[in-house]
């Protein structure tokens, strides 16, 4: 990268570009074949200094076979780029998502091309310009022989008119399936079953081809981490300009990590793929909620039909257990702890399924797939056809997950210390003297270790000890009080702020009385792509007068 140019809407961000209270940064992220790369951060500018270099590797089996250089032409990938800006706070805007087809440097002097991309915005903005990057390509080592612009024109013609072609057998697939669809029974109209959505760029997309099996390699070892993971980016709707309903944006993979947030859609789409990665049997389902809202969430199916439901906003998990219309009113029914209320269709990587059934209500709603009386099905080799020969060829591949670069030991003990100076000046401003207790707070540790593992796994373990060891440092005639609460978020002010709001943690922190002394610990959970938990609880211990 050799710089960015006519970032208009930040030549404000000049002027404090030296200051200490900076208005952001700019960050490129890039993603080719199973490689991801990021650059550093630069100051938000008219010009910003986006100056970087990156090693992309090509298949081995291809480079090595040079000497011909249309099979490095046969190479349709292009290379994903994302402009991101971060805030001081820690948030991430999305500014642009584009594709450069790389294969231009094949005909290029020297195999070195150089060219300069315009980044469009995303969403209601994506035909507006959000600046210039100028970029240099270079072929390491140099083919033995430079193809000719005509051949290479020629190869990206005939990949357009072959995509844009199946792109239309398949519209008038889907057309026909639908009218057969609404046939069946004429409600149907009315449910949601969404067929094409769009993506960050207002490309309308067959559903399916937002799924690839994305696996966490050794960054998550279970589809319950993995849910965990999902739950704790954070919710964000996409953004809408004037009234109306709510903008419906389906972001790639790619930018729903590096944001780290989305919408229920985002966070159904990356669940889907990291439970298909695991080898489960896994779909996104488009639906409502119990207050009537577009919903969307997981499920799976085991080998034995039983179904388990996955919310992906929250990683808990529910079985269902399908009602019978047919069963006798006095029959006891299984209490339904899910707020899912109606679904419409279900779509994997490979598959999609519309409900057919007389009633969309989930509680009434069978699993069995494979009866056509109660699922319509599109043809999975339609499916494939579309989902393999897509405009863009790199969303055949999901982005691989990039390991935690922060130290879990180091930062919760400097949030720690951190929190406690806080606490101590919230006190001091109440005319109140603070005394910590390091032992106490040691011990509030395996509490919130615990915590986790159950967010993580459903199940509730190492309680016992944590009461027996509560009543051992507890001395006599002296009450303990705790209060645990987690954050997406590392800033400790606003969480002391939010923790205040709660009466239970606002009576600890202003507790006056006899031999009071205060605990507090703070542990922070990393996953993949910096994405963590912060878990903290505030104790106290104090002589009871009565």
């Known amino acids: 990268m050799l710089g960015g140019r006519a970032f208009l809407e930040h030549i404000l961000d000049e002027d404090r570009s030296t200051e200490n209270n900076y208005n952001g940064t700019f960050t490129i992220h890039i993603h080719f074949r199973q490689q991801r790369f990021q650059s550093r951060p630069v100051l938000c500018a008219c010009e910003p200094d986006l100056r970087d270099a990156f090693l992309l590797l090509l298949p081995q089996h291809i480079v090595s076979a040079r000497s011909d250089p249309t099979s490095l032409l046969s190479i349709a990938e292009p290379i994903h780029i994302l402009l991101m800006r971060n805030e001081p706070n820690g948030d991430k805007t999305l500014l642009s998502s584009i594709y450069l087809d790389w294969r231009k440097v094949l005909c290029s002097p020297h195999n ?78 009315k449910r949601l079953v969404k067929i094409f959505a769009q993506d960050e760029n207002t490309v309308n997309r067959f ?63 990356l669940l889907c793929s990291l439970l298909i990665g695991f080898g489960l049997d896994a779909y996104v389902c488009i639906g409502t909620n119990s207050k009537s809202l577009f919903y969307t969430w997981v499920a799976t199916i085991g080998i034995d039909r039983s179904v388990i439901f996955w919310d992906s906003l929250t990683g808990q ?81 999901a982005p691989p997950l990039c390991p935690s670069k922060i130290d879990p030991v180091i930062v919760s003990a400097e ?80 969480a002391l702020a939010s923790s205040l709001k709660s009466p239970v943690c606002e009576e600890i922190l202003s507790c006056r009385g006899d031999c009071v002394r205060l605990a507090l610990r703070v542990k922070i959970f990393t996953y993949a792509e910096d994405i963590s938990a912060v878990w903290i609880m505030f104790a106290v211990t104090y002589r009871s007068i009565l």
């Open 112 to 189: 070195r091309w150089m060219t300069t991309i315009e980044l469009n915005g995303t969403g209601p903005e994506a035909k507006l310009s959000v600046g210039l990057l100028d970029v240099k390509i270079e072929l390491i080592p140099r083919a033995e022989d430079q193809l000719s612009k005509d051949v290479i024109e020629a190869q990206l013609k005939l990949e357009h008119n072959r995509l844009t072609e199946k792109e239309r057998l398949f519209l008038v697939y889907a057309k026909r399936w639908w009218q057969e669809y609404i046939q069946i029974r004429p409600l149907h109209s």
């Open 207 to 269: 559903v399916c081809s937002y799924l690839k099996p994305l696996k966490s390699q050794r960054f998550l070892d279970t589809p319950r981490q993995a849910a965990r993971f999902v739950s704790l980016l954070a919710y964000e709707e996409a953004p809408i300009v004037g009234g109306g309903s709510r903008s419906e944006v389906w972001n790639n993979t790619l930018a729903i990590l590096c944001k780290k947030k989305g919408d229920c859609e985002d966070h159904s789409l």
């Open 317 to 397: 998990r529910f079985k269902h257990n399908p009602i019978n219309p047919d069963d006798p009113p006095n029959k006891k029914q299984i209490k339904v702890d899910h707020s899912f209320k109606t679904i419409g269709s279900i779509f994997n990587d490979k598959s999609f399924y519309a409900n057919c059934q007389a009633s969309d209500n989930v509680d009434c709603c069978s699993f069995e797939l494979d009866k056509e009386t109660k699922w319509k099905s599109m043809n999975e080799e339609v499916i494939k056809s579309t989902c393999e020969n897509i405009s863009v060829p790199s969303w055949a591949t």
């Open 415 to 494: 949030l720690e210390r951190e929190l406690q100076s806080l606490i101590t000046d919230y006190r001091k401003d109440l005319d109140l003297s603070t005394v910590w207790d390091d032992n106490l707070s040691y011990i509030l540790a395996p509490a919130l270790a615990a915590y986790e593992l159950e967010r993580c796994t459903g199940i509730s373990v190492g309680n016992e000890e944590f009461q027996h060891a509560i009543r051992r440092a507890v001395p006599e005639r002296h009450t303990f009080k705790g209060f645990p609460i987690q954050f997406l978020h590392r800033d400790m002010r606003r």
